[in-house]
């Protein structure tokens, strides 16, 4: 039995792919992607499944978008067959911000409007499939907050929104404002960090029913470069499992352990190469059993469970 290929954020909500493209290292490499390039990578994201790419305004040093939009007008197919996700509040000090000083956060009803109004410039749509807000703001006024948020689904330039690195108490103070349902909650969460499982952060996607998207899903590469004690643990049990499924791609056994939690986890895949996505969407064929996802739990914890 293989996992279903596509997930509803919420009951009545937006659904994405279960496994979604991070465009963050878009431009990473020295010899940045031309709009061609960019264009063959979204194809290959959209051929392996992988319909759902995941932005932020800031990646990049702002620049991702833009690029990623050069290549989006260039892809041949239809842009209701992929979904478009952004994030805004992170205020970057970057010279392409010259107003901001300093790193800080921004909720403000302006700030959050301008930035969707950007993102859709750049990126070259009409709307966004999903909005999330990048990181909790403590000086986030809820009521105002809520009613940009509000006003842009009722435009239609935002189809759903949600959040990224709340707590749960976050989540439902800004959710206690909003008319319709959050989406979700983006989260850090990987075989090396699994804080999620024990912070109340998955107990509540489950008690309000909405699937939780998962960043750095690989503990950001460290799973494999890693030196120390954890990362090597880790290797070893999923090396082991790998053994025992047939399936010789530790990062697939990895991502396979997070699609085996119950609260429906949706990792975004933070890879620029169309060949390791290939070898990643093959976690979707793999169900680990209890056993097999808990000898990986234990190596990473160091210690059997209590």
């Known amino acids: 039995m293989s996992h279903d290929s596509r997930v509803k954020l919420t ?25 061609d390039q960019v264009a063959r990578l979204i194809g290959s994201a959209v051929d392996l499944g992988l319909t759902s790419f995941d932005h932020a305004d800031i990646y990049g040093n702002y620049e991702v978008e ?6 989006l007008s260039r892809w041949k197919g239809k842009r209701d067959s992929i979904e478009l996700i952004s994030k805004c509040d992170i205020m970057l000090a970057s010279g392409n911000r010259p107003q901001n000083r300093l790193k800080h956060y921004d909720t403000s009803a302006g700030h959050i409007v301008a930035s969707v109004e950007r993102s859709l410039a750049n990126l070259g749509t009409d709307y966004l499939d999903l909005l999330l807000l990048h990181r909790p703001d403590p000086l986030m ?17 935002v189809r759903a ?20 349902a959050l989406a979700t909650n983006q989260i850090e969460m990987s075989v090396l960090k699994t804080n999620a499982l024990a912070d109340g952060s998955l107990d509540h996607a489950q008690r309000l029913g909405y699937a939780p998207m998962i960043w750095s899903p690989l503990g950001g590469g460290s799973l494999f470069t890693g030196k120390e004690g954890r990362e090597a643990r880790v290797r070893a049990a999923l090396a082991s499992v790998a053994a025992e499924t047939g399936v010789g791609d530790l990062a697939a056994i990895a991502i396979a352990w997070l699609l085996r939690h119950p609260a429906r986890l949706v990792p975004v895949l933070g890879t620029m190469k169309p060949e390791r996505l290939s070898a990643m969407v093959k976690a979707l064929e793999i169900n680990l059993d209890r056993q097999q996802w808990f000898a990986i739990l234990e190596a990473s914890e160091g210690r059997p469970v209590a």
């Open 66 to 71: 833009a690029a990623f939009g050069a290549g």
């Open 141 to 157: 006024d809820a009521d105002e907050t809520a009613a940009a948020l509000a006003g842009l689904v009722k435009s239609g330039k």
């Open 161 to 180: 929104v949600g959040v990224s690195n709340f707590t749960p108490s976050q989540f439902d103070l800004l959710a206690s404002r909003l008319p319709f």
């Open 11 to 35: 009951k009545e909500g937006v659904s994405l792919s279960r496994l979604v493209f991070g465009a963050r290292r878009l431009l990473d490499s020295a010899a940045r992607p031309d709009a």
